[in-house]
């Protein structure tokens, strides 16, 4: 069973950083791109940022500069650094993956993990 889980989130002060990570576990056999999404209470989820296999990224407007997507292929981990962190950023921040694996089929939307909290506040 494909799972994905993060780590990373946490409570810090305006200004401050923190780095997600995002581990993609079972019977993968491919995984196409990775991404980090984020949903504050009342709002709906909206994408942070993506990368493919190959290492292309995308990033929201609102996150530009400041965070950084990256992976490792060979872990099926992706992280996301953020910096420069503000109150506006404060939200549940989930992991998605475009995946195929043995008991996974590739599907529209991708798979999701359960979401790790991340606070931005003084």
């Known amino acids: 069973q494909v799972q994905l889980v993060e780590s990373g989130g946490g409570l810090v002060q305006p200004g401050g950083s923190l780095r997600l990570s995002c581990a993609a576990s079972g019977s993968i056999f491919s995984i196409y791109a990775m991404g980090w999404y984020r949903q504050a209470p009342g709002k709906q989820r909206e994408l942070v940022a993506a990368?493919?296999?190959?290492?292309?990224?995308n990033y929201a407007d609102f996150v530009k500069g400041r965070f950084t997507i990256s992976r490792d292929n060979a872990k099926n981990t992706v992280y996301l650094q953020m910096n420069s962190l503000k109150p506006e950023d404060t939200a549940a921040y989930y992991c998605n993956a475009d995946l195929a694996g043995d008991d996974a089929p590739r599907r529209l939307g991708g798979y999701w993990g359960q979401g790790t909290q991340v606070t931005v506040s003084s």
């Open positions: 990368i493919t296999s190959g290492g292309s990224t």
